[in-house]
């Protein structure tokens, strides 16, 4: 049985984001713990939340989706945290939307909002952008990992 359309597109999502210009292979999904120094510049993919509706009358029904994903972007807070979290946003929004179906796996995929946040994890003070996607998806009722 596949995975879950959610596990696709995260997954789909961290290939795409590894090997970026500034976070390189620093790239997590569902990170919950604290980065080390050594780990920054960061990438972290996360589902937060999904509306669904059903679409048709003949089984199987078609599922559509609406699934609300964050890429936070961290980085060490100095005086070019920002602008370097302007660089990671930008490399990350060019490689989305260069591909808005992810090969297939979604409808549409579009960047609703971006958070900025600073973050104390225990003597080091970390800057974040969380971008929030929101990705468009359909798959087969009774089989969620059947993109359709």
Same mark, same amino acid.
């Given at each position: 049985?596949?995975?879950?359309?959610?596990?696709?597109?995260?997954d789909?999502?961290v290939?795409?984001?590894?090997?970026?210009?500034?976070?390189?292979?620093?790239?997590?999904?569902?990170?919950?713990?604290?980065?080390?120094?050594?780990? $920054?510049?960061?990438? *972290?993919v996360?589902?937060l939340? #999904?509306? %669904?509706?059903v !679409?048709?009358?003949?089984?199987?029904?078609? =599922?559509?989706?609406?699934?609300? $994903?964050?890429?936070e *972007?961290?980085v060490?807070?100095? #005086?070019? %945290?920002?602008? !370097?979290?302007?660089?990671?946003?930008?490399? =990350?929004e060019?490689?989305?939307?260069?591909?808005?179906?992810?090969?297939g796996?979604?409808?549409?995929m579009v960047?609703?909002?971006?958070?900025?946040?600073?973050?104390?994890?225990?003597e080091k003070?970390?800057?974040?952008?969380k971008?929030t996607?929101?990705?468009k998806i359909?798959?087969l009722?009774?089989?969620?990992?059947?993109?359709?």
């Amino acid at each position: 049985m596949p995975d879950h359309v959610r596990k696709q597109i995260r997954d789909a999502l961290v290939l795409k984001l590894t090997g970026l210009d500034t976070t390189g292979t620093n790239v997590y999904q569902n990170r919950v713990d604290s980065f080390k120094e050594d780990d $920054l510049p960061a990438l *972290a993919v996360f589902s937060l939340a #999904e509306g %669904s509706e059903v !679409s048709g009358v003949s089984q199987p029904r078609i =599922v559509k989706r609406a699934l609300n $994903l964050s890429v936070e *972007a961290y980085v060490k807070e100095n #005086e070019t %945290s920002q602008d !370097s979290l302007d660089q990671i946003c930008s490399e =990350v929004e060019t490689v989305f939307q260069n591909d808005i179906t992810l090969g297939g796996l979604a409808k549409d995929m579009v960047l609703t909002n971006t958070i900025f946040e600073l973050s104390g994890e225990e003597e080091k003070d970390v800057v974040v952008a969380k971008m929030t996607w929101q990705i468009k998806i359909q798959n087969l009722e009774q089989q969620p990992g059947v993109i359709k």
